[in-house]
């Protein structure tokens, strides 16, 4: 990935037209006939398996485009429908075999405490309810199923949030744009050609119970969802599509639409469950496809197009990269991730930045559901792990560019997850723990359960909900909305009463410990993977409870609470460094006998990235034994793990590490043609943990510091980011060349003051609210 930039970079770095509070775009190649390298994917074959289809969202709709020339395939999504219907989990034994778990803990017979526990503690059913996949859109062009194809390419432009499949059949030019408009609610699908022609349009689905009607320009496909671990399915759900055409007839064929002597088709797709929150399902889908449908065709596809990209561009262009462009990325996309990484392609990295930033508005907007583990897009209806909400880290992971790459607006999904989460965690930590407050544990699924599940190896790990709302904290820190803060304390508050009524002492140590608990997913030399007090658990505890005191600080409210707070943080068990050298994983040094040396989660490593309780500069010992433990895991490992590791070595500042590891991550083994993480098999995870890892190697910040290039490779020697953000309301732009630093513009929201570091240097900076403060260091 080195090389210096090409005349191209320089040219893509010329000022262009933007749209108001946006930053411009640099000039697009595309402009030129070529697709831009660094904001295009594209393709000279159509997509022969999922992972190479390209995904197009609005956040609550999704559709994967395949390209297709006689035949062409949308995969469609909805992001309410879900299998099954509300159901509570909670193991009725929990409770009172609770105390027996604990006291087997204590006594160092963990493989019996495990038996037990996965016997008595873990949920009923002992799965969560899968995502579901809606269906497809096919649509066949019956003159090309014969004809010679010829000047074919497939792009996915991602400054415009548009597919465009272009090709030539029997002489005659076709070009087909799929976008998912935000604000209308509906996907816009689009073919036209030079000649008249002739276009079959049809819907499936894979769910129970599914009715397919045509009645004059309209399709119209209705069922129900699916029963899934003895929970009874209760959503019904609605599609719709409406052809619109220029020249040419619309007739109904059986299930069909039959087009035929058209210029251009142009078809608006509504789709819709009767799911409203996770206990109320009465919604119509039928009524709200009919008059989402309706809006939209009255409107126009040119007007909801137009308000389309104006919506999504506000969010993109807030942030431009630019770490050069080589003769390399002028290949496709697929040829580029295939390449040899020696060749030298750094606009890759740029490309999955600005994809990671892409994919994160599309299958995340306020009034839809969290990017789960596939985002939006699934075609399973056994999905892998249900495609479900793993918040040991998967989704916790998808939201960290959210902040710091300037979409903000994404978390709120987030956040609406989590309130609800506290309603139905609320019942569980009554019910399972006798305590009050709420918990969640390893997944959740679109009902909010919170019970463990799948077994206790696995699930039996109460402090998920504790590092959710860390990211409610993250989204006060960078925004500093104090309405917003006192609209989530209630949730960060119940957090922490829940760990105050079940922490228990240690009895060897006498300090504060989560138990019955894990390290997520591993096992340690005891032959379980159960224990009391993981690293991880306190990590997240400590932040949990420094962030509820200070809110609490802020808002004016609950003294005596914060007190009790404070005095339970200063009792829980601290980092330790293992007689090896490494950071310890468990409070009992055991991580050079753990059975899996290389495992996937890094979970101790939590205090070094995402948190900063761990830092080079104030505390070195422990940054020494963090990268001791990061060693001996290795670099290469599953797709959303080896973005996790990229993260971690940026923030020890070792940029030569940190590349190498985006290198693999980008390449063939982790990434799939469509640039899709690949775990394998696909995890969106690794996408948007990658994505951070670029942004923490050019730009770091904690509380009102801000660091400048932590970790810049010599891979990237000259460049440019503008738009990132720092906590507390502080846009960032930095510009280096050769490897060093040549300034940074500091843009604040309000007035106040920043520490701005670069290597050794630190340089206090006087913010003046919108105005660009420039600092030069080095």
């Keep these: 990935m080195s090389g210096a930039p090409s005349r191209r970079s320089v040219l893509r770095g010329a000022a262009g037209v933007a749209l108001a509070g946006s930053l411009a775009r640099p000039a697009s190649a595309a402009a030129e006939g070529a697709p831009d390298p660094t904001h295009s994917l594209w393709y000279r074959q159509p997509a022969s398996v999922w992972t190479e289809a390209l995904p197009v969202g609005n956040g609550r709709l999704g559709a994967m485009v395949f390209g297709g020339t006689a035949h062409e395939r949308l995969q469609l999504n909805e992001d309410t429908l879900w299998a099954g219907g509300p159901y509570d989990p909670v193991n009725p034994a929990a409770r009172a075999a609770l105390p027996e778990v604990r006291r087997l803990i204590d006594a160092g017979r963990y493989a019996e405490a495990q038996a037990l526990a996965d016997k008595a503690l873990i949920g009923t059913p002992r799965t969560q309810m899968p995502y579901q996949p809606l269906g497809d859109l096919i649509l066949d062009l019956p003159a090309v199923a014969n004809a010679d194809i010829a000047d074919y390419r497939r792009t996915l432009d991602l400054d415009s949030a548009v597919t465009e499949t272009r090709f030539t059949a029997g002489g005659t030019r076709y070009r087909r744009t799929v976008l998912a408009a935000p604000g209308d609610n509906i996907l816009l699908v689009r073919l036209e050609a030079d000649r008249p022609f002739d276009l079959n349009v049809a819907l499936s689905s894979p769910q129970p119970q599914t009715a397919v009607t045509a009645e004059g320009p309209a399709l119209l496909m209705h069922g129900r969802n699916a029963d899934h671990a003895g929970v009874p399915g209760v959503l019904r759900y609605a599609a719709r599509v409406q052809a619109l055409t220029e020249s040419g007839s619309i007739a109904p064929a059986e299930s069909a639409l039959a087009i035929r002597g058209a210029r251009a088709v142009t078809l608006v797709v509504a789709m819709a469950t009767s799911f409203r929150r996770f206990d109320d399902y009465a919604a119509d889908p039928l009524a709200l496809t009919a008059e989402t449908l309706a809006q939209a065709v009255a409107r126009g596809p040119a007007r909801v197009e137009a308000d389309a990209t104006a919506a999504y561009r506000a969010l993109y262009r807030r942030v431009a990269l630019d770490l050069g462009v080589t003769a390399a990325a002028d290949q496709p996309t697929d040829l580029r991730v295939k390449a040899d990484r020696a060749a030298g392609d750094p606009a890759l990295a740029t490309l999955y930045f600005n994809y990671g930033r892409y994919l994160l508005i599309a299958c995340s907007r306020e009034g839809g559901q969290p990017a789960n583990l596939q985002g939006l897009w699934n075609e399973a209806t056994d999905p892998p792990w249900g495609s479900k909400y793993t918040v040991n880290i998967n989704t916790e992971m998808n939201y960290w560019p959210a902040e710091v790459t300037a979409l903000p607006e994404c978390v709120a999904p987030l956040v609406q ?362």
């Excluded at 101790?604 to 940054?623: E, G, K, M, W």
């Excluded at 630093?741 to 920043?754: K, M, Q, S």
Aim: proline share 6%; aromatic share 8%.
């Design 417 to 778: 997850m989590v309130r609800e989460l506290a309603i139905t965690g609320e019942r569980t930590a009554q019910a399972m723990y006798g305590a009050r407050g709420w918990v969640c544990h390893h997944n959740t699924d679109l009902w909010r359960a919170t019970a463990p599940i799948d077994g206790a190896p696995w699930g039996l790990w109460p402090t998920g909900g504790a590092w959710l709302c860390t990211h409610l904290w993250d989204h006060y820190d960078f925004g500093r909305d104090r309405e917003y803060l006192a609209s989530v304390y209630p949730l960060m508050r119940g957090a922490a009463l829940f760990f105050l009524d079940t922490l228990q002492t240690d009895p060897k140590t006498g300090r504060l410990v989560t138990n019955p608990s894990l390290s997520p997913e591993n096992v340690h030399p005891m032959g379980a993977s159960i224990c009391a007090g993981p690293a991880m658990d306190q990590q997240i505890l400590r932040d949990l409870f420094d962030q509820v005191g200070q809110a609490a600080a802020i808002l004016k409210v609950d003294a005596a609470l914060a007190a009790e707070i404070a005095a339970a943080r200063a009792k829980l068990a601290p980092d330790r460094i293992g007689s090896d050298g490494r950071l310890q994983e468990w409070q009992e040094d055991w991580d050079a006998r753990a059975p899996e040396p290389r495992h996937r989660h890094v979970s101790h490593l939590y205090a070094l990235f995402p948190s900063d309780q761990i830092d080079p500069d104030r505390t070195p010992d422990l940054a020494a034994a963090a990268r001791r433990s990061l060693e001996a895991r290795g670099d290469e490992s599953t797709g959303w793990a080896t973005a996790w590791r990229a993260n971690l070595w940026a923030r020890l500042r070792d940029g030569e590490h940190a590349h190498r590891i985006i290198a693999y991550l980008l390449g063939p083994a982790r990434t799939y043609p469509n640039l899709f993480d690949s775990h394998p098999p696909f995890q969106i995870d690794g996408n948007f943990g990658g994505t951070r890892a670029i942004a923490e190697m050019l730009m770091q910040s904690r509380g009102d510091e801000i660091l400048l290039l932590p970790a810049l490779p010599r891979a990237w020697p000259t460049g440019s980011i503008k738009g990132l953000r720092a906590r507390g309301r502080c846009r960032v732009d930095v510009h280096w060349r050769e490897g060093r630093l040549t300034h940074a513009v500091l843009t604040g929201d309000e007035a106040g003051r920043r520490t701005v570091r670069y290597g050794g240097e630190r340089r206090e900076a006087a913010l003046v609210a919108g105005r660009g403060v420039k600092v030069r260091l080095g």
